[in-house]
């Protein structure tokens, strides 16, 4: 079970609790990352952030989420393709998580108070929350994004001060790394999203996961859906031990011969 804490949350929830992936979540993750969350979130006695409830989290705590699922499955390491702006080369650049994260902290700007117990803040009379992935997906215009957040009160002529609140109290991990190239010493912006790069990782692995569920089919057995329904981890050991019982009797064959 991954935990994790959020920041402000959502309607005074502070934890979200993430059960292991298993291969059916896997094949799923082409449905989008709040579907992928609301599928890996248990709600129990202790009050973690029930099912069903991602697309309102604020983004910065979906993101969160995304983050903490990713070092579980991948690590910290984060690759990525990348082209020279300077002389076009390609090159492959490599960074952690954690220095995303650490370049992504909320920060209060003066002026601003809160979170509340409800996660809200207050900007002079007017009190707001940070937008969710519901409310990018239905705002057309930067106002109705604003608008959509605000609980009490009215934004007036702060709207730019609302909107720079926001920006550093939830920040996304939609980032520009630097990238320096090797050949030429250009540094070019390369765009690092968590979300898509999850999802990518995850698709990149789709072989690998099917081959992972012939392989125990074949040894014990075993149907499709109960292979897909084993936690990732204990289905990669099995594997593992799949793997290592065929071992010796390929080096015994290739004595022989």
Same mark, same amino acid.
Do not use: K
């Given at each position: 079970?991954?935990?994790?804490?959020?920041?402000?949350?959502?309607?005074?929830?502070?934890?979200?609790?993430?059960?292991?992936?298993?291969?059916?979540?896997?094949?799923?993750?082409?449905?989008?990352?709040?579907? +992928?969350? /609301?599928?890996?979130?248990?709600? /129990?006695?202790?009050?973690?952030?029930? #099912?069903?409830?991602?697309?309102?989290?604020?983004?910065?705590?979906?993101?969160?989420?995304?983050?903490?699922?990713?070092?579980?499955?991948?690590?910290?390491?984060?690759?990525?393709?990348?082209?020279?702006?300077?002389?076009?080369?390609?090159?492959?650049?490599?960074?952690?998580?954690?220095?995303?994260?650490?370049?992504?902290?909320?920060?209060?700007?003066?002026?601003?108070?809160?979170?509340?117990?409800?996660?809200?803040?207050?900007?002079?009379?007017?009190?707001?929350?940070?937008?969710?992935?519901?409310? +990018?997906? @239905?705002?057309?215009?930067?106002?109705?994004?604003?608008?959509?957040?605000?609980?009490?009160?009215?934004?007036?002529?702060?709207?730019?001060?609302?909107?720079?609140?926001?920006?550093? +109290?939830?920040?996304?991990? /939609?980032?520009?790394?630097?990238?320096?190239?090797?050949?030429?010493?250009?540094?070019?912006?390369?765009?690092?999203?968590?979300?898509?790069?999850?999802?990518?990782?995850?698709?990149?692995?789709?072989?690998?996961?099917?081959?992972?569920?012939?392989?125990?089919?074949?040894?014990?057995?075993?149907?499709?859906?109960?292979?897909?329904?084993? #936690?990732?981890?204990?289905?990669?050991?099995?594997?593992?031990?799949?793997?290592?019982?065929? @071992? #010796?009797?390929?080096?015994?064959?290739?004595?022989?011969?």
């Amino acid at each position: 079970m991954l935990h994790v804490l959020l920041d402000p949350g959502l309607d005074g929830i502070r934890t979200a609790r993430l059960r292991t992936m298993s291969g059916a979540d896997e094949l799923a993750a082409d449905e989008g990352t709040v579907a +992928l969350i /609301d599928r890996l979130l248990v709600a /129990d006695a202790a009050g973690g952030l029930p #099912p069903g409830s991602a697309a309102r989290l604020p983004v910065a705590d979906r993101d969160r989420l995304l983050a903490a699922l990713y070092r579980e499955l991948f690590g910290e390491d984060i690759e990525a393709d990348a082209i020279c702006s300077g002389c076009a080369t390609p090159f492959e650049l490599r960074f952690a998580m954690a220095a995303v994260l650490d370049g992504r902290s909320a920060r209060r700007p003066d002026g601003v108070e809160g979170p509340d117990r409800l996660g809200r803040y207050r900007l002079g009379e007017c009190v707001w929350r940070l937008p969710s992935t519901a409310d +990018l997906a @239905a705002a057309s215009t930067q106002h109705d994004l604003l608008a959509a957040c605000i609980v009490d009160g009215i934004v007036q002529s702060r709207e730019d001060e609302l909107e720079q609140a926001m920006a550093a +109290l939830g920040p996304p991990l /939609d980032v520009d790394i630097d990238a320096l190239c090797p050949r030429c010493g250009t540094t070019s912006p390369v765009r690092f999203e968590i979300g898509a790069y999850l999802l990518r990782c995850i698709a990149n692995e789709r072989r690998c996961l099917l081959a992972e569920a012939h392989r125990l089919a074949r040894a014990y057995g075993w149907s499709c859906t109960e292979i897909m329904t084993l #936690p990732r981890p204990e289905r990669q050991a099995f594997v593992r031990l799949i793997n290592a019982e065929a @071992a #010796p009797a390929r080096r015994h064959l290739s004595l022989v011969g």
